[in-house]
């Protein structure tokens, strides 16, 4: 019998995870079918009960419902954990396993993908919310020499590393909050830009000379030119977008679900063209 798995979110329409999983599927000889389940903004507890009495496997969550995902399971993998929030859910006997696929998504689009090693480079993190919490240790774990976060709202940055100095898992890299005029005089290797900026195509107060020669400016939205990816081109910047670490994201939810590992070249590739 067809296993079933799917996407739940609000809104939900846009997702291209049904496309990616049956991508996979394909590959991978799997006998699953993936949907696009749209849960009331107060429901997302009952449609997720309303699933596993259908039958599902497991799900994918994203926006607005990471949280509440967080909050449901009634075990968390350490990933999912460190994150604080939950875009994978594995149904089991005993209950509902949630995992965070982001980091590791991002990281290997990084590193894999655009074959740019994080260890000993200089990163900077702009973002302080659930994006930028998802990756956060996936990134620290590649021991940067440097990782800075820059905010908005400095303060949320600061409760950030205040965090990782307390756990001391990453003490031998240096990591600073940092508001944006501080950035003025510094150069990076690598940039992500783990902000929403780009959905309003609003400008985020960079300084010039923020990129290194050869550097890496690495938006973790796709679809569309976001004005972070124009300034970053500006400046001579190499500029990937966030569709290589949405593939790879769900390559990695397809393994937990399935035990397989696919292929995501040819996936990101057939999406590019």
Known sequence: MTDRYAVIGHPVEHSKSPQIHAAFARQTAQDISYEKILAPLDG???TVAA??????????VTVPFKLEAFHLAYRLTERANDAGAVNTLLFTGEGVIGDNTDGVGLVRDIQHNLAVAIQGKRVLLIGAGGAAEGVLHPVLE???????????????????VKKIEERGDFRFVSVQAQAFEDLQG?????VINATSAGLSDSELPLP????????LAYDMMYGRETPFM??????QARVADGLGMLVEQAAESFYLWRGVRPLTAPVIAAFRA
Request: aromatic share 10%; net charge positive.
């Open 44 to 46: 997302f507890a009952q």
């Open 142 to 160: 590649q021991q940067p020499g440097l990782l800075v976060i820059s905010n908005r709202t400095l303060d949320k940055a600061l409760i950030m």
């Open 51 to 60: 699933m596993r009495a259908d039958g599902f496997m497991g799900a994918n």
């Open 186 to 190: 510094q150069a990076f290797d690598i």
């Open 208 to 215: 010039p000379g923020i990129f290194a020669p050869g550097a």
């Open 230 to 235: 124009k300034f970053a081109r500006l400046q």
